[in-house]
C-alpha cells in the first residue's frame, strides 16, 4: 500500500441516502501516476441549482484529475491553472471566475477581461449563486468548490483535504496556515476605481512573512512541502512550485 492509498484508505464516507446526488469516485495508482475518478458529484448535499444568481443545473461528469504518485519540486512555478486542486471524493477544486469588470456588463461584470480587473468569488458568494458550500455549477454542469466545503471537512479524517496538480498534498489547518495574502493599501488606479476591497483578484498582494505561508499558500510540514486552504483569500493555492501534470482535469 503506497502513501496515497493509505492515506485514502481513512476517508469517511457519508451514507449515499443522504445526498442530493451520489458521489462516485476512485482512486488508482499505475506507476509514477495517480488518478482521482468521479461523476463530479459531491459527498454531501448541495444547493439548489439553478438558482436566482445561478441558471445553470449540475450534471453529472466523467472527470479524471491526474498527478504524480511522488512530487516534485520544479525549477519554474506554475501559474494560471483554472484547477488547482481535487477533493479526496473527485471534485474540483476551481477558485476563480470568468468574470471581469466591465462597464457595459450586466452589474458591471462581463467575460472581457480588457480591465485587468478579475472577479473574486469569494467577495460575494451568493452573486454568484453559490451554495452554503462555497460551490456552485459553471454552464457545463459542473460542481466545483471556491472555499472549503464545510460539510466536506464534517466527513474527513484528519486534515488533508486533497492533492493539487504537481502531487503534493492540500490540508486544512485554520489555526495553524494562515494566508499571507493581504488587501492592498489605498485606491485602485484605474476604472472601476475605489478603495482595494477584495471585489477583485487583484485587489490582494502577497506579503511575505506576515505569516508562514509562501505565494502559492504552501510551507513544510514534517519535511515535506504542502499547500493549504485558508479561511482568507487566496482560499485555495493559486500557483505551484512541483511539477504539475498539465492535463490534470480531463473530462470527455
Known amino acids: ?12 464516507i457519508l451514507p449515499a441516502t443522504a445526498f442530493a446526488h451520489d458521489n ?38 466523467t472527470l479524471s484529475f491526474c498527478f504524480p504518485t511522488e512530487p516534485q519540486m520544479a525549477q519554474n512555478v506554475t501559474h494560471e491553472l483554472m484547477t488547482v486542486g481535487v477533493s479526496l471524493t473527485g471534485v474540483p477544486f476551481r477558485p ?8 457595459n456588463g450586466r452589474g458591471n461584470i462581463g467575460d472581457n477581461p480588457a480591465s485587468g480587473w478579475r472577479q473574486q468569488a469569494m467577495h460575494d458568494p451568493r452573486r454568484l449563486g453559490m451554495d ?17 466545503s464545510e460539510d466536506y471537512l464534517g ?14 498534498e492540500i490540508h486544512y489547518l485554520p489555526d495553524v496556515a ?9 485606491t485602485r488606479p484605474t476604472a ?14 502577497y506579503t511575505a512573512g506576515s505569516s508562514a505561508l509562501d505565494e502559492c499558500n ?22 505551484f512550485k512541483g511539477v504539475v501534470n498539465p492535463r490534470f482535469m480531463t473530462r470527455p
Not at 1 to 12: E, Q
Not at 96 to 103: E, F, I, Q, S
Not at 178 to 186: F, H, T, Y
Not at 194 to 199: A, E, L, Q, R
Open 155 to 168: 466527513s474527513m479524517d484528519g486534515t488533508l483535504i486533497g492533492f493539487a496538480p504537481d502531487g503534493f
Open 132 to 148: 452554503r458550500q462555497n460551490a456552485h455549477v459553471d454552464r457545463s454542469g459542473l460542481y466545483h468548490y471556491h472555499g472549503v
Open 96 to 103: 476563480y471566475t470568468a468574470g471581469y469588470y466591465d462597464p
Open 1 to 12: 500500500m503506497n502513501r496515497i492509498t493509505a492515506i485514502l484508505a481513512t476517508l469517511t
Open 24 to 61: 462516485q469516485s476512485e482512486t488508482f495508482t499505475d506507476g509514477d501516476t495517480t488518478c482521482i475518478t468521479s461523476n463530479g458529484a459531491p459527498n454531501h448535499d448541495m444547493g439548489r441549482f439553478p438558482n436566482q444568481a445561478n441558471p445553470n443545473t449540475f450534471r453529472e461528469q
Open 218 to 239: 504552501g510551507a513544510r510540514m514534517d519535511g515535506v512541502y504542502t499547500y493549504f486552504a485558508t479561511d482568507t483569500y487566496p482560499y485555495f493555492p493559486r500557483c
Open 192 to 205: 472601476p476605481f475605489g478603495p482595494y476591497d477584495g471585489t477583485f483578484e487583484e485587489d490582494f498582494e
Open 178 to 186: 494562515k494566508s499571507s495574502w493581504q488587501l492592498k493599501s489605498g
